[in-house]
């Protein structure tokens, strides 16, 4: 059974950090790709980063130099470091995982119905 278990979020003012973590039991990191996504209320989710097998990334433009997006293999965690965060950053964070298909790193965090393995998600709050 594959378990992925979010962790990390909360509520912070403008300006603020977070780190999510998403551990994964049953389920083996090193040979995955995985992403981060948000939704928030009203809105469509969204694709916030992702990261192949060989450490490739992709960024929404939105969080380019604010997040990171990295694991550990050895711990089977993934990462998601926010730094400066906005009001417009609200949001259920949910992570992902699946095999690497055939297509590029970019495309899979655009596209989440790739996917086959997702979280229940953390909420991100963050006030003005």
């Known amino acids: 059974q594959v378990q992925l278990v979010e962790s990390g979020g909360g509520s912070v003012q403008a300006g603020g950090s977070l780190r999510l973590s998403c551990a994964a039991f049953?389920?083996?990191?090193?040979?995955?790709?995985m992403g981060w996504f948000r939704q928030a209320p009203g809105k469509e989710r969204e694709g916030v980063a992702a990261?192949?097998?060989?450490?490739?990334?992709s960024y929404a433009d939105s969080v380019k130099g604010r997040f990171t997006i990295s694991k550990d293999n050895a711990k089977n965690t993934l990462y998601l470091q926010m730094n400066s965060l906005k009001p417009e950053d609200t949001a259920m964070y949910y992570c992902?995982?699946?095999?690497?298909?055939?297509?590029?790193?970019?495309?899979?965090?655009?596209?989440?119905?790739?996917?086959?393995?997702w979280g229940q998600g953390t909420q991100v709050t963050v006030s003005s």
């Open positions: 990261i192949d097998s060989d450490g490739s990334t």
């Open positions: 992902a995982a699946n095999h690497c298909p055939r297509k590029s790193i970019a495309t899979m965090r655009r596209t989440p119905v790739i996917f086959g393995y």
């Open positions: 049953g389920y083996a990191y090193s040979s995955s790709c």
